[in-house]
């Protein structure tokens, strides 16, 4: 049962990862839309995760996390993600639908004081699609528009240490792949005495970094938990290549430029994207596995980011998320009694200032964790978690744009004791 369910989410999320899993117009600055978190549990937590920590998921935001595996067990996670967003102007609106592969991890002990995971998880997404028309006295209107698409990947290996009985840290080495498409094309509806230009940059970006977390995880008394987790990125400059192809072309003739001259054609050209420096810290308290309730606070300079010399308008980044999960019974014969049930939300001030307007966002979560094979908290912790996310971020002010978005995310956590020696008689 555990792996055909597994076998269904890749092949689902290998057709879907073929689709465009972004649909935003704000992803054409920096590297594009970024991640928050990738566990599904922590998701319907209002995508808290600094002070998450447990045995039966798998928690890449902090890789100080790790050390809450137990010492005989395997810990497997998959994911897809359905994304619904509509996109509104004082005018117009438009809704896209979407879908793509979340992620793959894996968790599993290596000592009695050292926890490792790997896995393969998205960085960032970039797709939009943005028309502009402007009247000329001379050419009559001119179309400008803006296409992306693209984004990057990242596999890590990371790696959790309990320093004390109190005290975990961690460090995730990542290796950040992918590249991001941008076109821009130029045209001119009303005349044939012009032709059209179109531009194609294509950034490719490989190279490693490291992030780190340290978690103090204590009990308050015979109930309760505390855990206080705090996590940095330095910033790093990442080996990257640009190729840029300005072309002139008539058309388009069944969606298609009919190209006419190569303007300018550079290739291989060699520079850096950088990631800014980040950090972030939260709480988390508990009562064993019935409650738990985790707050988190996050920033990162994207004032500081560059790509091949360049800046990008952009400034820091705000982000406060806010969660709740609950097991009514855990022991109970009923199943419902023993799901989990997840809310949360969060307020983000982004790293976007558009025509003297932030483009800010807020969002509520909710969730559930199905248990598999009438798990409970004292046996196997398998499960299928279901996340529901609903956002909006920006405005109609000024012209631009406001986002609403649904995600729904459908995950898998498969925990197996791998490591335990069995006894008959």
Same mark, same amino acid.
């Given at each position: ?87 509104? +102007? *004082?005018? @117009? !609106?438009?809704? &896209?639908?979407? #879908? =793509?592969?979340?992620?793959? %991890? ?85 005349? +044939? *005495?012009? @032709? !059209?230009?179109? &531009?194609?940059? #294509? =950034?490719?970006?490989?190279? %490693? ?217």
């Amino acid at each position: 049962m555990f792996f055909l369910s597994i076998f269904i989410l890749i092949g689902l999320g290998d057709t879907a990862s073929a689709q465009t899993s972004i649909s935003s117009p704000y992803s054409a600055f920096g590297l594009g839309n970024l991640y928050q978190t990738n566990n599904i549990r922590y998701k319907g937590m209002g995508n808290t995760s600094l002070a998450g920590r447990d045995y039966f998921t798998i928690n890449v935001n902090n890789p100080a996390s790790y050390t809450a595996f137990d010492s005989t067990s395997f810990v497997f996670e998959a994911a897809v993600i359905g994304h619904s967003t509509t996109l509104r +102007t *004082n005018e @117009l !609106n438009e809704t &896209i639908n979407s #879908a =793509t592969m979340s992620h793959l %991890i894996f968790g599993f002990p290596v000592t009695n004081w050292w926890r490792s995971s790997f896995g393969l998880l998205p960085y960032s997404g970039v797709g939009y699609n943005v028309t502009d028309t402007k009247p000329n006295d001379n050419l009559g209107d001119v179309t400008y528009l803006f296409e992306g698409e693209g984004g990057l990947s990242r596999a890590y290996l990371g790696n959790g240490f309990k320093l004390t009985k109190f005290m975990s840290v961690g460090v995730n080495a990542s290796y950040l792949f992918g590249t991001i498409n941008r076109i821009q094309r130029v045209t001119f509806p009303d005349t +044939t *005495n012009v @032709l !059209n230009s179109r &531009i194609d940059d #294509a =950034t490719s970006v490989s190279d %490693i970094y490291f992030d780190f977390g340290v978690q103090f995880h204590m009990p308050i008394n015979e109930k309760l938990n505390l855990t206080i987790g705090a996590t940095y990125n330095p910033r790093y400059d990442l080996n990257a290549k640009k190729t840029y192809l300005s072309r002139s072309f008539t058309g388009p003739i069944n969606n298609v430029d009919v190209i006419q001259d190569t303007a300018l054609f550079i290739d291989n050209i060699k520079g850096t994207v950088s990631i800014p420096d980040a950090f972030g810290f939260g709480f988390n308290i508990s009562k064993e596995y019935d409650w738990s309730f985790a707050a988190d606070y996050k920033y990162n300079n994207w004032a500081d980011y560059e790509a091949f010399g360049l800046s990008d308008s952009l400034e820091s980044s705000h982000s406060f998320n806010g969660g709740l999960s609950l097991i009514p019974d855990r022991n109970s014969m009923s199943y419902f009694s023993r799901v989990e049930y997840r809310f949360g939300g969060y307020y983000q001030i982004s790293n976007l200032k558009l025509r003297n307007q932030p483009i800010n966002g807020f969002g509520i979560t909710f969730g559930t964790g199905l248990p598999l094979r009438g798990a409970n908290v004292r046996g196997s912790k398998s499960m299928f978690n279901i996340s529901f996310e609903y956002g909006r971020r920006g405005t109609i002010e000024k012209g631009l744009i406001r986002e609403d978005y649904f995600n729904i995310h459908l995950g898998i956590s498969v925990y197996e004791w791998w490591f335990f020696k069995r006894r008959y008689k």
